[in-house]
């Protein structure tokens, strides 16, 4: 199996413009929203500053023995 001198010139002048491409290009960022931490999470646009939201599901103790809903 021989590869012809075009195919290596081709090749080679391929990894050179793909080079100059990849090193004149500028990489962004790309950024999640979520993440934020200069923003409070769950404020509507428009909140005061410093909004806090209740959790969705607020921490409720078992129920107490007097009411036996544990079949105790």
Not at 38 to 58: F, R, Y
């Amino acid at each position: 199996m021989v590869i012809s001198k075009k195919t290596i010139i081709q090749s080679f002048a391929l990894m050179i413009m793909i080079s100059i491409v990849m090193s004149t290009t500028e990489a962004k960022a790309i950024g999640n929203p979520a993440m934020r931490t200069d923003e409070p999470k769950g404020c509507p646009p428009g909140s005061p500053p410093g909004c806090k939201m209740q959790p969705a599901n607020p921490y409720k103790p078992g129920c107490e023995a007097s009411q036996k809903c544990r079949g105790g």
